[in-house]
């Protein structure tokens, strides 16, 4: 009897190694090297074939005839903004995110709506029983008679419903346990990932067939199994937010069919996901009158302004070294920022730590947030507050200066529509543009002109001002 030969694989990375290593000398990982046996290489692989027999075929790219397959919109408004403008059929969509987050929530509604007037779903389950899902489907008032369950881990079982049952719509719920009877390895592993998403993908575009997919994540947060398994599909999807609060937000890391900077929010609910129509006022709701270290600006995700509130707690060191603390912010931008204000606005920050947040669990990364993050800093610094009504919004150089940003219309009009008084903007932003609105806008060049302005409550002149105003 031939003896069977195994290797080892990163379940991070995917790397191979012919004996086992306790760190993977590719991703740098500890103990994730697992035992698999090696496959035999199957000399006669077939092409790519539909469930109806039928091979792709060479053509020229002037004689491709673009089949009528529209977008399709589902009730979900947050949905169809994150995937680019609604579900693109035969795509491959991967949803990521944390344990107990409401991934399956959010497919089971889904597969609902898009059984109830789209063509049929079937929802395949390897961790759920029918009765299960029923019980879920019953609280989250889901139900329609083109939805079909199917409890089942079997890859050649579920290929062979799909044959009978021609669906548009397949959600798999999780892929990592998903099985391919011809791979001699453990449910979840790397070769298994990667062989059943290969079967998906296929059944997907031959098929014209959209696949909805649930992967775990890592204890980092990253998608378990191997990172070919976001390369293969269509569109990344991850669900994040507190399980211990009722928001979540939908974020897109990879959409081929649309933005990557879309972002969806959702409200747990005890019958499912609800859409938040104006996300601005959760993340100010719970803001308190008169406190220091805040800040508000109007930060782009994607094409919707949204209000975030930046806190800063500004406090002495008591070790040699300062802190420096983000969450929701880029750690490094908050460093860059502080240096900013001790070199060119006089502020002693060196033997401060720095503790910094986006509120409401949001993660900013746009240039747009330099002004508000300073101001915040200078506040709780400072111990003064800024005004309730006043929103900051500007890019942050190096010698000091407040460089102008995108879109400052849509965020402008947007702070008005919620009630603010006074905006800061670069002044560069006014040139060619003659605000027609309620709310003061105010031009500010330097980090010392905001600081002046921010902390005061006298009037301030509307189109601009300048370092010899006073």
């Not at 107990?100 to 898009?114: H, M, N, R």
């Not at 798999?172 to 993908?201: F, H, K, N, W, Y």
């Not at 308190?288 to 800063?312: C, K, N």
């Amino acid at each position: 009897m031939a003896k069977v030969k195994t290797q080892f694989i990163c379940a991070n990375c995917g790397y191979i190694s012919p004996k086992y290593l306790g760190r993977c000398p590719n991703c740098g990982e500890w103990g994730t090297l697992t035992e698999e046996k090696i496959q035999p290489e199957v000399p006669n692989r077939q092409a790519r074939v539909s469930l109806a027999g039928q091979t792709a075929k060479v053509e020229k790219i002037d004689t491709v005839k673009m089949t009528d397959t529209p977008r399709v919109k589902v009730s979900l408004n947050e949905v169809n903004r994150v995937l680019g403008g609604g579900v693109v059929p035969g795509s491959m969509v991967l949803i990521g995110g944390d344990p107990g987050i409401g991934k399956s929530t959010l497919l089971l509604q889904l597969s609902g709506q898009l059984a109830d007037t789209k063509g049929t779903v079937l929802y395949v389950s390897g961790e759920e029983s029918a009765s299960q899902i029923k019980m879920r489907a019953d609280r989250l008032g889901v139900g329609a008679t083109s939805f079909y369950l199917f409890p089942e881990t079997d890859m050649s079982a579920i290929r062979k419903q799909i044959d009978e049952l021609k669906p548009n719509y397949v959600i798999i719920d999780s892929i990592q346990t998903m099985q391919e009877p011809d791979v001699q390895s453990a449910v979840g592993s790397v070769s298994q990932v990667r062989e059943v998403t290969a079967e998906l993908l296929q059944i997907a575009k031959t098929n014209n067939i959209t696949v909805f997919i649930v992967g775990h994540v890592t204890k980092e947060g990253a998608l378990a199994g191997p990172k070919m398994l976001e390369h293969m599909v269509d569109t990344v999807l991850y669900f994040e937010g507190d399980k211990h609060h009722a928001y979540r937000i939908l974020r897109a890391v990879k959409n081929r069919f649309g933005s990557t900077n879309e972002l969806g929010i959702f409200e747990m609910a005890t019958n499912g996901l609800k859409e938040v129509a104006n996300p601005s006022q959760i993340f100010l709701e719970e803001r308190l009158s008169g406190a220091t270290g805040s800040a508000i600006v109007v930060s782009m995700e994607g094409t919707r302004p949204i209000l975030v509130e930046i806190q800063a707690l500004i406090t002495p060191s008591v070790f040699g070294n300062a802190q420096r603390t983000a969450t929701g912010l880029d750690r490094n931008r908050v460093a860059l920022i502080m240096a900013v204000l001790e070199k060119r606005a006089n502020l002693l920050l060196q033997n401060q730590d720095a503790f910094l947040k986006a509120a409401g669990g949001v993660k900013l990364d746009e240039p747009a947030i330099d002004l508000a993050i300073a101001i915040a800093v200078a506040s709780s610094y400072r111990d003064k507050e800024t005004a309730v009504a006043d929103a900051f919004i500007g890019e942050l150089g190096l010698t000091g200066e407040i460089r102008s940003v995108s879109r400052i219309e849509e965020r402008v009009l947007e702070a008005q529509k919620l009630g603010f008084k006074r905006v800061f903007i670069p002044k560069n932003n006014l040139q060619g543009w003659q605000p027609d609105t309620i709310i003061e806008v105010i031009g500010v060049a330097t980090i010392t002109e905001a600081l002046k302005y921010a902390f005061t409550m006298k009037k301030t002149i509307r189109k601009g001002v300048d370092d010899n105003d006073a």
